[in-house]
């Protein structure tokens, strides 16, 4: 399974940005997935994840409202609107085929992070 991330950048806070995830090597609705991210000096935290049907939506109480996550036959996004400052962060896609969890130690997969900077 390999996975790549994309779409991060540069923004103003109030923007919005849209993550893309693109997934390979194994059929992508056999997993669940999640987005987390990393700010720097800070523990990796979970923003959001979608299960193997797409039915089902978690969402870390701090991106609730604000962030949207999808999938489709062979990517995952993350619609980001209302961006503020805490929210920069390197962002995560990770993928588990086992269970649809808030845990990043739970997941097994993971991409390699986009850079997310919002600024004042």
């Known amino acids: 399974v390999q996975l790549q991330a994309s779409g991060g950048g540069s923004v103003q806070a109030g923007g919005s ?19 987390f991210r990393q700010a720097p000096g800070k523990a ?23 962030f949207t996550i999808s999938r489709d036959n062979a990517k ?18 990770a993928a588990d085929a086992r269970w649809l969890r ?8 993971w991409g390699q992070g986009t850079q997310v900077t919002v600024s004042s």
């Open 17 to 35: 940005l849209r993550l893309s995830c693109t997934f390979s090597g194994r059929t992508l609705t056999n997993y669940n997935l999640a987005w």
């Open 102 to 109: 808030v845990r990043s130690q739970d997941y097994v997969h």
């Open 44 to 66: 990796r935290e979970f923003v959001a994840n979608i299960g193997k049907s797409g039915g089902s939506t978690f969402y870390a109480d701090s991106v609730k409202g604000r």
């Open 76 to 93: 995952v996004y993350l619609q980001m609107n209302s961006l503020k400052l805490e929210d920069t962060a390197v962002y995560y896609c």
